[in-house]
């Protein structure tokens, strides 16, 4: 349960992800920076190590969604859909992120939708699988938004675009204020269908920001419902060098 929304911007993209659990889960950390294979990655993650969503040195950001439309669920020995993240986290390339997941024991990892962001060619490229295949989708270099929701899945995309066409009219549009005012949004009602989302055993619980422009990327992150946040609770990454 999920709202990812990308915006084109000057000189580069903001990227803004709306994470949606059970209340009873254990929250998640807040984002760090790690080295892997000689890489920097930043991200937030989970206690056991997963993580839904993101950014390397490049500029490169990746961000993870269920796909609950999908019924079938896997069977044994389930692996953990946070590992694909972290797998893929530090390639430069579509290419390079596709090799990375063929290593991934997909037959164990339940539905997901993936999706890769690479400023350099302005690529988005999106990887779904569905238990029984890996499928590549090629998005355009535009503005856009990806939704799912374990709670009627398709009236929460559509109600959610719909407030997000609606959003697109307004003068700031483009903005990071803008882009933070959506996701605290309880359009058309706080509920299962507004992108800040809230039910009685399920809520957004934590809001993530990626924002890069020219050589820097900043990943800014809140640990609550978005609606609660104010510009100056955000935990903040310090700039990535690209």
Request: glycine share 6%; charged share 20%.
């Amino acid at each position: 349960m999920c709202t990812v929304s990308f915006l084109v911007r000057k000189n580069g993209y903001a990227l803004a992800m709306n994470r949606d659990e059970k209340l009873s889960r254990i929250p998640g950390l807040p984002p760090s920076k790690k080295i892997i294979h000689g890489r920097t990655v930043v991200s937030p993650s989970e206690p056991g190590g997963g993580s839904w969503v993101a950014l390397n040195d490049s500029g490169v950001a990746f961000a993870l969604i269920n796909w609950y439309s999908i019924c079938t669920q896997a069977s044994n020995k389930t692996v953990s859909r946070g590992v694909v993240v972290n797998t893929i986290s530090t390639a430069v390339t579509p290419k390079l992120a596709a090799v990375a997941l063929a290593r991934l024991p997909l037959k164990q990892v339940n539905p997901f939708r993936l999706i890769g962001f690479f400023p350099a060619t302005h690529e988005i490229i999106g990887w779904h699988w569905d238990l029984k295949k890996l499928v590549r989708k090629n998005h355009p270099w535009q503005t856009q938004q990806w939704i799912s929701s374990g709670f009627d899945e398709p009236a929460a995309q559509r109600i959610r675009r719909e407030t997000f066409r609606h959003a697109l009219k307004q003068k700031s549009a483009g903005s990071l204020g803008w882009l933070r005012r959506l996701h605290r949004s309880h359009t058309p009602a706080a509920g299962p269908f507004s992108i800040c989302m809230h039910r009685a055993d399920a809520a957004t619980v934590s809001y993530t920001e990626i924002a890069m422009a020219s050589r820097t990327a900043t990943m800014r992150h809140f640990d609550g419902a978005p609606c609660d946040c104010g510009d100056r609770t955000m935990h903040a990454i310090s700039p990535v060098s690209i």
